[in-house]
């Protein structure tokens, strides 16, 4: 009876030392992005380096990386794209500037690259996006 009651002792001790870790990392994840993320959604339409990123969240490039991708489901750059996206698809439905004026105010400096950023995204080109 001994031996089942040690082996559950071990079991939980376990279990809470998991579970101490993950909101460890999850409260030091959320400390580290608690910067940036209102960084990234007031500054959008600027160059935005990782580096830059990284050093505001205190990590180093590789780790910011990882950690962003963990917490986010999506990579920096690809969170940035999709604030990008939307902001433009607000500005399109909300004014009648060309799409390549859309495209520079979003931060997209490369319209090719908008318009496919815009498809994947939005599953329409920002013309069509406009004219729904």
Same mark, same amino acid.
């Not at 101490?20 to 940036?36: H, I, N, P, Q």
């Not at 080109?125 to 729904?132: C, D, L, V």
């Given at each position: 009876?001994?031996?089942?009651?040690?082996?559950?002792?071990?079991?939980l001790l376990w279990i809470f030392v998991?579970?101490?870790?993950?909101?460890?990392?999850?409260?030091?994840?959320?400390?580290?992005?608690?910067?940036?993320?209102?960084?990234?959604?007031?500054?959008?339409?600027?160059?935005?380096?990782?580096?830059?990123?990284?050093?505001?969240?205190?990590?180093?490039?590789?780790?910011?990386?990882?950690? +962003?991708?963990?917490?986010?489901?999506? &990579? @920096?750059? %690809? $969170?940035?794209? !999709?604030?990008?996206?939307?902001?433009?698809?607000?500005?399109?439905?909300?004014?009648?500037?060309?799409?390549?004026?859309?495209?520079?105010?979003?931060?997209?400096?490369?319209h090719a690259y908008f318009s496919r950023? +815009?498809r994947k995204i939005m599953q329409l &080109? @920002?013309? %069509? $996006?406009?004219? !729904?």
């Open positions: 009876m001994f031996k089942i009651g040690q082996k559950l002792a071990q079991w998991r579970v101490g870790c993950v909101f460890r990392s999850l409260g030091e994840t959320m400390d580290a992005f608690a910067k940036v993320i209102p960084h990234l959604h007031e500054n959008f339409a600027e160059r935005l380096s990782t580096e830059e990123l990284a050093e505001m969240a205190g990590l180093s490039v590789g780790h910011y990386e990882r950690r +962003f991708r963990r917490a986010f489901g999506a &990579s @920096p750059r %690809q $969170y940035l794209v !999709r604030i990008r996206v939307e902001q433009a698809a607000k500005i399109l439905l909300e004014t009648d500037v060309t799409v390549s004026e859309v495209a520079h105010a979003g931060g997209f400096y490369d950023s +815009f &080109s @920002p013309s %069509q $996006y406009r004219g !729904r």
